[in-house]
């Protein structure tokens, strides 16, 4: 089974930006969908972005053009790209690929 391991999260200001990376230990080329979901204390999780093959990329309703997802075939990394964040963006943030493996998350906290 695959395995992911995000890194990137980290304390940013509002307004701020970050870039989360999750690396993949298989060729992504060959997984259908990868994707950010995001969860906090009491609440479930909630999509971010997903990223289908061929290009097609979903993004939760809260995102609002701030965040862009990508893919790195070369690295076998999927990019969370995430611009003027607020502070209810503050959660744990996790990969997933094909909604079957999922990291074990990395914290985002936007305070000032």
């Known amino acids: 089974q695959v395995q992911l391991v995000e890194s990137g999260g980290g304390l940013v200001q509002p307004g701020g930006s970050l870039i989360l990376s999750c690396a993949a230990s298989?060729?992504?080329?060959?997984?259908?969908?990868m994707g950010w979901y995001r969860q906090t204390p009491g609440k479930q999780r909630e999509l971010v972005a997903q990223?289908?093959?061929?290009?097609?990329?979903h993004y939760g309703d809260f995102v609002k053009g701030r965040f862009t997802i990508s893919r790195d075939n070369a690295e076998d990394t999927v990019y969370l790209q995430m611009n003027s964040l607020k502070p209810e963006d503050t959660a744990v943030y996790y990969c997933?690929?094909?909604?079957?493996?999922w990291g074990q998350g990395t914290q985002v906290t936007v305070s000032s």
């Open positions: 990223s289908i093959s061929g290009g097609t990329t």
């Open positions: 997933h690929a094909n909604y079957q493996a």
């Open positions: 298989t060729r992504i080329s060959s997984i259908f969908a």
